[in-house]
């Protein structure tokens, strides 16, 4: 766990920059935390951003597959979007928790 | 009279049809279950059969052997549930009217979710085993096989028993070794998951073993297609591993009848309380087994577990009482590991497989996160147990809920 300002915003992380508190999240901090590793944040970035947030707040499980199937963009445009790690990014720069598969 | 449907006669369904008999007034409540096959498969088992271990005949018994006398049971499809109105439609018409309905429809494998998977070398080069076709199918081609490439590739997540392709992998490292051509055969696991498992602790001593048995993970390969031409797996990110045998599990979804009764997600998993198992959109139809959506394994053990749970709440629900039993997600599955040997995971919602013994604190027998003779023979037993204690609805000598007793912390 650590503190890190983002976007002149001091929030709470964890070891793998994931938010601690989905609250603290806002457009810009994800603009910054994509950044990081080298992704420019477009409109169509947001909509799956905003996806996200609102699946996770709805307690929904998230797969690729899901986020594939919900109109903004198909499974390839995902890997586009994200490259290398597409849940695993976009749900960090959504502010929520990294999606954890079910054992 | 009062009615109790049940649809699906498989583990789940099977196990509440036995529970429920035994404490419902006869007078008072009618039980119907409902199941398409006459057949009941011992699934568990499928896992042996490629490697010659079990054959078909070890594994199916009439379903019918399982129901008990007082309990109507009726083979057809099912169309869907018109829950608004407490009804199920049957295949060809037929249609029951319910109080409480359960629904244990299980999952099943969709091959053809995944372009070029069930193409022209489906079964021929390309296995499943979670079918008894695609096990004796694969026990058929390994008779004669020589040896080359063997890919186990999980397709999409959740898919039911987590553990059942890391031991296909485990197994067919010693199949090949005791029939002298291990040094041809070339092992990989590819797995949408950044590892072997998911859970930090597991990962770890399974990668170990893994490594141990020279087996190669291929981790974050999320497949968007199989080329049958040049015999390659292709993924969203455009990689590739290429296969002389691929060995797969298909995308796991619930049943369509799920999804032709509007009461799926988008995997045609039914939407169900974690703790309570009740559906989360009718207070009268509960939830158990592989059909549900709770965040655990698909396994016969959680659905013995969950099914006590379920059983408590469905008596409160009757008596008009609150729904007071929690589930936890306890789960416990044994992983052949070969040679005669196993491990063993006993974890929760909130708590990790951790190491230690089982089910009793420091005499075991059972090794948690062990690689033990021991442990083999407890899955040698699940069968029995499994046809004889669990189907049955009969208590094991193990709680439902899982206990930090006997579990070594690790940080
Ligand atoms: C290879 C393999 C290995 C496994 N190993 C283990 C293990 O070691 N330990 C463990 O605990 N679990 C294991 N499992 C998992 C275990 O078998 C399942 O989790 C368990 O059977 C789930 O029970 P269920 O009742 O929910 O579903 P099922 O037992 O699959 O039953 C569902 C039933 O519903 C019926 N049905 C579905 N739709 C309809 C319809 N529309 N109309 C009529 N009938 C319908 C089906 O015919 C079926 O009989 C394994 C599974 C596989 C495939």
Redesign the interface.
């Known amino acids: 766990m650590a503190e890190k300002t983002l976007a002149g915003k001091t929030v709470e992380v964890n070891d793998e920059g994931y938010l601690l508190n989905r609250d603290d999240w806002d457009k810009d901090l994800a603009a910054e935390m994509a950044k990081e590793d080298g992704i420019e944040l477009t409109d169509k970035h947001y909509e799956v951003l905003e996806y996200l947030r609102e699946k996770e707040a709805a307690g929904?499980?998230l797969?690729?597959?899901?986020v594939g199937?919900s109109g903004i963009t198909d499974?390839?445009g995902?890997?586009q979007l994200f490259?290398?790690?597409?849940l695993?990014l976009s749900s960090k720069y959504a502010g929520i928790a990294k999606p954890?598969?079910?054992? | 009279m009062k009615k109790l449907v049940i649809l699906g006669a498989g583990t789940a369904g099977t196990m509440m049809a036995n529970k429920l008999r035994g404490a419902l007034d006869r007078e008072e409540w009618s039980i119907t279950i409902v199941d398409q096959f006459k057949t009941h498969y011992y699934q568990p088992g499928f896992l042996f059969i490629p490697f010659g271990i079990y054959n078909s005949h070890d594994v199916i018994k009439p379903k019918s052997d399982f129901i008990p006398t007082g309990v109507n049971m009726i083979y057809s499809a099912i169309d869907r549930v018109e829950a608004e109105s407490n009804k199920v439609h049957l295949e060809g018409g037929k249609i029951l009217n319910y109080d409480y309905l359960i629904i244990a429809t299980g999952t099943k494998t969709f091959p053809d979710e995944t372009p070029g998977l069930q193409d022209k070398l489906w079964h021929k080069e390309i296995f499943d085993f979670y079918t008894i076709e695609g096990a004796c199918a694969l026990q058929r081609f390994f008779k004669g096989w020589e040896g080359g490439k063997l890919v186990m590739a999980i397709t999409?997540?959740?898919y039911k028993c987590?553990v059942a392709p890391l031991e296909f992998v485990f197994l067919a490292d010693a199949y090949f070794t005791q029939i002298g051509i291990r040094d041809k055969v070339d092992i990989s696991y590819v797995t949408?998951?950044?590892g072997a498992?998911?859970?930090p602790v597991?990962t770890k001593m399974l990668s170990e073993l893994l490594a141990e048995k020279n087996i190669t993970v291929i981790p974050?390969f999320?497949i968007?297609r199989v080329d049958n031409d040049s015999k390659k797996l292709i993924s969203?990110?455009e990689r590739e591993v290429e296969f002389d045998v691929l060995t797969v599990v298909p995308v796991n979804m619930g049943d369509e009848m799920i999804e032709r009764s509007g009461l799926g997600?988008?995997?045609n998993f039914v939407p169900t309380d974690k703790e309570t198992l009740q559906s989360k959109k009718h207070e009268n139809i509960f939830v158990l087994g592989d059909a549900s959506?709770i965040?655990?394994?698909k396994a016969g053990s959680v659905a013995h577990f969950a099914a006590e749970i379920l059983f408590e709440n469905l008596m409160s629900a009757i008596e008009g009482r609150p729904l007071h039993a929690k589930f936890d997600g306890h789960a416990n599955c044994y992983i052949e590991t070969g040679f005669g040997k196993g491990a063993l995971i006993d974890?929760n919602y909130d708590t990790e497989p951790l190491p230690g013994t089982f089910p009793l604190p420091g005499l075991g027998p059972f090794g948690l996160l062990e690689n033990t003779k021991i442990n083999h023979y407890g899955k040698v037993m699940f069968r029995w147990i499994y046809w004889h204690i669990l189907l049955k609805g009969k208590e094991l000598p193990v709680e439902p809920l899982m206990t930090m007793a006997g579990k070594k912390k690790v940080n």
Request: charged share 30%.
């Open positions: 929904e499980s797969t690729i597959r899901k199937k499974i390839k995902l890997y490259p290398g790690g597409p695993k954890a598969s079910c054992v | 999409e997540l959740p987590p949408p998951m950044p498992f998911t859970k597991a974050d999320y968007e969203y990110d997600d988008d995997m959506n965040p655990t394994s974890f």
